[in-house]
T-cell receptor
């Protein structure tokens, strides 16, 4: 079956512009996670959606970051007024709820802010 | 709170030699533990997981890890390194209490010498 997909695979933007990153989780997975991978900070949690519950936004680094998940499936991570320190690979993962919570990762979106 | 420490950001092994990657975790509740591998420009692929069943866990590609509660460790081993094992490896911890959010170690990059 299809895995987690993310688009675009690469995004280059200018400082101050807004960007949207998309994640399509595995069908039937009710949990969706965003992580960021950067040279300085390693892999860090950003936000977590579970079904219809309010998302856990505890990892978002600033109010320039937001995410939504429409219809319990596709998710969009939006970064407003991008800064150079936002340059990173943004990884999305999905999982079933219950059991061992194995998370399946997408290939990531590499964001470069010039 | 939960945390993961991976000892050694870079490990060099000869082809055919033992691979040993160290991971120590901190968790106030029973943890779920994972090892992921990341090949260049790709997402994270699960190698193996510990979810409170057998303490010796076997994964893909000949890797295994042993959960040792008394040492709060989950070291990853492979008896004989192959050139294709060259990649970056991440240890991660989560729990139901943590909302199943993964906390990653800093990663260990493995170089395999012929």
């Amino acid at each position: 079956g299809a895995g987690v997909s993310q688009s675009p695979s690469n995004k280059v933007t200018e400082k101050g512009k807004d960007v949207e990153l998309r994640c399509d989780p595995i069908s039937g997975h009710t949990a969706l996670y965003w992580y960021r991978q950067s040279l300085g900070q390693g892999l860090e949690f950003l936000i977590y959606f579970q079904g219809n519950s309010a998302p856990d936004k505890s990892g978002l680094p600033s109010d320039r970051f937001s995410a939504e998940r429409t219809g319990g499936s596709v998710s969009t991570l939006t970064i407003q007024r991008t800064q150079q320190e936002d340059s990173a690979v943004y990884l999305c993962a999905s999982s079933r709820i219950g059991g061992d919570n194995e998370q399946f990762f997408g290939p990531g979106t590499r964001l470069t802010v010039l | 709170a939960q945390s993961v420490t991976q000892l050694g950001s870079h490990v060099s092994v000869s082809e055919g030699a033992l691979v040993l990657l160290r991971c120590n975790y901190s968790s106030s509740v029973p943890p779920y533990l994972f090892w992921y591998v990341q090949y260049p420009n790709q997402g994270l692929q699960l190698l193996l997981k510990y979810t409170s069943a057998a303490t010796l866990v076997k994964g893909i590609n000949g890797f295994e890890a042993e959960f040792k509660k008394s040492e709060t460790s989950f070291h990853l081993t492979k008896p004989s390194a192959h050139m294709s094992d060259a990649a970056e490896y991440f240890c991660a911890v989560t729990s139901k209490a943590a909302g199943n959010k993964l906390t990653f170690g800093g990663g260990t990059r493995v170089l395999v010498k012929p």
